[in-house]
């Protein structure tokens, strides 16, 4: 079975600073990977994902996330912070339900890393 | 942009009372989810349905739990019997698709407190 590991449950960055959320997985077949977000009392939006096409992955709110195969990482990061960005972010891995073709998928999801932007 | 709508955004209960949590997903989408987040620990799958029937359920999708679409457009979560370790953050998703590629699209959450 698929799992995933955030390290680092906080990560705090001053307004302006590099962002990078750290993701690592594990998968016996090749992943398809994803980030969400969830700001306070919102639902979990998906910033990107990544379907075995490009590695880079360009997300919304200028978020980018890059899958290295060798290292099973796949690292959300953004040039620089907003205030806005503040929020929790989860790194996913799609995982097949069951072996029947066509079967569809859940969400293995991490522990999630709460962001907070100082001024 | 479409979205799915869950209802209500909290809801406290007593031990041992039934309850439910409504769903409304995107209207074209086929396939629905129900994810759960216990405080401080993971977002984890509970169950999946399509075309009327489970199509898959987790661990902790026991005999408590039922799904239901009951006219087409809710989609809703039963827990008969509640416990205070039900108490979650309770997630509904939708997709369009059964694959990967186009991603779920979640619910705001239904907050269940148990007391």
């Known amino acids: 079975a698929q799992s995933v590991t955030q390290l680092g449950s906080h990560v705090s960055v001053s307004e302006g600073a590099l962002v990078l959320l750290r993701c690592n997985y594990s998968?016996?077949?090749?992943?398809?990977l994803f980030w969400y977000v969830q700001y306070p009392n919102q639902g979990l939006q998906l910033l990107l994902k990544?379907?075995?096409?490009?590695?880079l992955v360009k997300g919304i709110n200028g978020f980018e996330a890059e899958f290295k195969k060798s290292e099973t990482s796949f690292h959300l990061t953004k040039p620089s912070a907003h205030m806005s960005d503040a929020a929790e972010y989860f790194c996913?891995?799609?995982?097949?339900?069951?072996?029947?073709?066509?079967?569809?998928?859940?969400?293995?999801f991490g522990k999630g890393t709460l962001l907070t932007v100082n001024p | 942009e479409p979205e799915v709508t869950q209802t209500p955004s909290h809801q406290v209960t007593q031990m041992g009372q039934e309850v439910i949590l409504r769903c409304v997903p995107i209207s074209n989408h086929l396939y629905f989810y129900w994810y759960r987040q216990i405080l401080g620990q993971k977002v984890e799958f509970l169950v999946s349905?399509?075309?009327?029937?489970?199509?898959?359920k987790s661990e902790i999708f026991d005999d408590q739990f039922s799904v239901e679409r009951p006219d087409g457009s809710n989609f809703t979560l039963k827990i008969r019997s509640t416990k205070l370790e039900d108490s979650a953050m309770y997630f509904c998703?939708?997709?369009?698709?059964?694959?990967?590629?186009?991603?779920?699209?979640f619910g705001s959450g239904t907050r269940l407190t148990v007391v």
């Open positions: 998703a939708s997709s369009e698709g059964a694959g990967p590629v186009r991603g779920y699209t």
């Open positions: 349905f399509y075309n009327n029937e489970i199509s898959e």
């Open positions: 998968s016996s077949v090749p992943p398809y």
């Open positions: 996913a891995v799609s995982d097949r339900l069951s072996l029947v073709p066509g079967s569809n998928y859940k969400l293995t």
């Open positions: 990544y379907t075995s096409a490009a590695t």
